[in-house]
């Protein structure tokens, strides 16, 4: 390192050029308020990983005009200003570069290596914990490391063929949704799971469940619906296993109160009429248009059966792009639900059928995307067909305690789930991708028509 770049590690936050860093967090595919500016941006928190190389994890607060904030976690690297990487800087200041700390493998091994010895460091207000459950990581220091290209909500990187490293970036505070679940499930020996935390098992032999499922579906529908039979097995296990324990109290199954419906049919309710009043003049719309009232009559006849069975921790955001097939079969991945949800909401107990619903659209989504990104009509009624192979083996496997009492109750309660979901559908096609407004409106229709 030149000589005139001789800062102590511990002071390397006083370089962080913080209007450089906010609109570089701006731009990056995990920042959770893409229609927001950040008004200021403030330090919280920092702490030094690593002097060689530096290494600093920083929490930034990002305060938005309205008083409303965010904390994100940020791994900074920094090197001399005159050095070459092939890294992308986020500032130069005072003779040092400042970057992304994942996108340098070094780095994100030293990430590792602190997983792997139970480290605890000091962060002035606080501490930094690194913690393993099972034995040390079997990882050469040179293994290679790549990026996970995928990813939204968070950065994942993968270790060789081995671990995948998952950094969480937009924070709250209290315990972690996935950790806590693959935490529970591990300890009682479901298998349908990649690993426990935040460093996991990597499948290098998988295959992401949707686009599986675009693959399948046009050249194997009967083979697909077998495979979405075993899912439907393997649903119903993870959620028999999520109630299983009368000790742990984030774990133990709940009756559901009337309270909890009446909460769900008002905000469903509240979407109607703001989604409803507000639908623009497109033919694609128009088999709803106009009928914000029946839906929400048909909600609320629904709703008189009550809800029924029992309330239980759920995945949370469960569709076949959180699945995974191996040759051993299918493996469920991001227990940590919707990231735009805050993380008590994350946690909250609900009936499986809200899982199983949510499944039952992503089949919808399936069916239709063939056609839309590959130019491949389905099969004809292939979608029906996936939902009741799917269902016929989630209720021959699950606990039955956990549903309302009779079929009747059951399939009143899933389709309230099912319209949740497809008017939250509804409005991001409308925001993201209008080509695709058909595939919710077609689910709302369905449940209008069901008797």
């Known amino acids: 390192m030149p000589d005139d770049v001789q800062t102590p590690a511990s002071e390397l936050r006083h370089f962080l050029d913080i209007e450089s860093l906010k609109e570089w967090i701006e731009r990056q595919r995990w920042y959770a308020s893409k229609s927001r500016r950040i008004s200021t941006l403030e330090l ?21 005009a309205t008083g409303q904030h965010e904390l994100y976690q940020l791994p900074l690297g920094f090197r001399a200003a005159v050095e070459e990487s092939d890294q992308e800087s986020i500032a130069v200041a005072e003779g040092w570069s400042v970057y992304d700390a994942l996108a340098d493998p070094e780095q994100a091994r030293e990430l590792l290596r602190r997983i792997d010895a139970g480290e605890e460091l000091d962060a002035g207000d606080g501490c930094m914990r690194f913690r393993r459950v099972d ?67 990597f499948l290098p032999d998988a295959t992401d469940g949707w686009e599986l499922a675009l693959d399948r579906i046009a050249t194997d529908p009967q083979g697909f619906l077998e495979l979405l039979g075993s899912l439907g097995t393997v649903t119903a296990q993870m959620h028999s296993v999520l109630a299983s324990d009368s ?34 003049d497109d033919e694609r719309l128009a088999p709803i248009a106009g009928r914000g009232q029946d839906v929400r009559e048909r909600v609320a ?35 940590e639900g919707e990231p735009a949800r805050p993380l008590p909401e994350r946690r909250q107990k609900r009936s499986p059928l809200r899982d199983v619903a949510s499944m039952l659209r992503s089949f919808a989504y399936a069916t239709s995307a063939l056609e839309i990104l590959r130019g491949q009509p389905a099969p004809p009624e292939f979608e029906q067909f996936a939902r009741e192979t799917f269902l016929e083996h989630y209720f021959d496997a699950v606990d039955s305690t956990l549903l309302p009492g009779g079929a009747a109750a059951v399939a009143n309660l899933l389709s309230v789930f099912e319209l949740e979901k497809a008017i939250y559908e509804l409005q991001y096609e409308l925001d993201n991708r209008p080509d695709w407004v058909t595939i919710p409106v077609a689910g709302i229709v369905r449940m209008l028509e069901s008797t």
């Open 44 to 64: 919280a928190e920092s702490v030094v990983l690593s002097e060689s190389p530096m290494l600093l994890v920083a929490l930034v607060q990002a305060v938005f």
């Open 247 to 280: 000790n742990d109290a984030a774990f133990i199954p709940e009756e559901p109160s009337n309270e909890a419906l009446a909460l769900l049919t008002a905000t469903i309710d509240e979407e109607i009429e703001r989604i409803f009043v507000r639908l623009p």
């Open 301 to 335: 006849a629904r709703s008189q059966l009550g809800v029924g069975g029992r309330v239980i921790r759920t995945h949370g955001d469960f569709h076949l792009g959180q699945t995974l097939y191996t040759p051993r079969g299918w493996v469920i991945i991001d227990f």
């Open 135 to 201: 034995g040390p990581v079997a990882m050469s220091e040179d293994v290679a490391v790549r990026p996970i290209g995928l990813e939204q909500s968070n950065t994942s990187l993968v270790f060789g063929s081995e671990l995948v490293l998952k950094v969480f970036r937009k924070l709250e505070p209290g315990i972690n949704p996935e950790l806590e679940m693959l935490r529970f499930l591990t300890a009682r020996d479901f298998a349908s799971i990649a690993t426990l935390g935040v460093a996991q098992k």
